[in-house]
């Protein structure tokens, strides 16, 4: 390796590092609790280091939330996704449970602690409204994709409600988990049970009555017919 | 008002400005990030005055989860509950939401901050599976109703499991309000549209096929006989 790419390789694990650090202490102090100064201070580096990577706190934030929804957005895309509308959105379901249980600390990050209202301008050009590179975007045309083969219900027309509702459902089981897992007032069941649970249960609320009277004939736990 | 009278009201007034103060620091801090010092500074007290009403942050921690807790169960308590087993779980999830809503604050230290887990041996004793003082025990005895009284599919037995899906369901959309409805990332529709629309959907998805089928018929929102 030459001395450009170690360089380079070192440039980057740096970033990593301060990424890193700068993710865990947004998650515990909240962002205005979070300096410059004290994301150096927790990898020990001098502040002057940290500067060289990021330009201020703005700059740090902005790259943390384009690094961790990019990367959501990228297992999305990399999971084998069914054709079938509603194994897909199952399927969606159990992926983002998975990252969140993979990725506890990105997942408080993006979606337990709040962020600035500011500042999205730049991320919002980039991706925003993009399947591929925006995970609400994508779990937003499967829900459509799920209304137009005519899987749900004639009353649930508004993809955008669906889909947060079924967003709220996943961040429920892995939320709670994260906060609530060691609090020995509730018998827990697996999370892997309550994540079935869940998905079954949502979906089958949502889908209309052939669907599931086909569904109770059988009794299997397919629930669709397909894309149209 | 006599002077023993006032006095009585002036320490009530000021363990419940300590208590206040605790919550929040707990919710920004976490447990280990908070002393008893912080806390007085927070209400411009000495950390003596304070150890008058709490011996250490233990105690204080323990005090503010008995009353939040409490707080939570009294409103399921103090609520006009149906008796019909699939409208009460409705009500008990519309309660929930409606609490987190008024109280953010409790909400976020009850169930998005992590406690410590030791030291919950003396709330146990007392309340722990009470449904009258438990707010999840209620949960549970409404869920094992809805079971007994055969609203539910033939598969769905555990009320442990369908009480911590319930659960997670409506935790998931105060949550995830708390933590992201001011971002603008996402177009939401309004809380109370998402709330429902997320009761309906699990109710849904739990209950056996006549009763859905019966709800086709009639296009009505009824989805259960009442309790057997």
């Excluded at 998650?27 to 990021?54: C, L, N, Q, W």
């Excluded at 700059?59 to 957005?73: M, N, T």
């Excluded at 408080?108 to 600035?116: G, R, V």
Aim: with cysteine; net charge negative.
């Amino acid at each position: 390796m030459g001395v450009k790419e170690r360089r380079e390789r070192e440039k980057s694990e740096t970033r990593d590092k301060i990424l890193d650090a700068a993710r865990e202490l947004f998650v515990t102090e909240g962002y205005d609790g979070v300096s410059m100064r004290r994301v150096a201070e927790k990898i020990e580096y001098s502040p002057t280091a940290i500067y060289v990577h990021f330009a201020d706190k703005q700059e740090l934030f902005h790259e943390l939330c384009q690094q961790d929804y990019a990367r959501l957005a990228e297992v999305f895309q990399s999971s084998n996704m069914p054709t079938d509308p509603i194994e897909r959105l199952k399927q969606i379901g159990s992926t983002y449970i998975d990252f969140g249980m993979r990725f506890p600390n990105h997942y408080k990050f993006m979606f337990m602690t709040p962020h600035p209202a500011h500042g999205f301008d730049d991320l919002d050009r980039e991706t925003h409204g993009n399947p591929e590179v925006d995970a609400y975007a994508f779990l937003k045309w499967a829900v459509q994709q799920a209304i137009d083969a005519g899987c749900f219900r004639e009353d649930i027309r508004d993809a955008e409600l669906v889909s947060q509702t079924l967003w709220a459902s996943v961040h429920g089981v892995i939320s709670l988990d994260i906060a609530k897992c060691t609090d020995p007032w509730v018998n827990w069941r697996p999370l892997k049970q309550r994540a079935e649970m869940m998905l079954d249960v949502t979906l089958r609320g949502l889908v209309r009555a052939p669907l599931l009277a086909k569904d109770a004939r059988n009794g299997a736990p397919e629930s669709s017919e397909g894309e149209k």
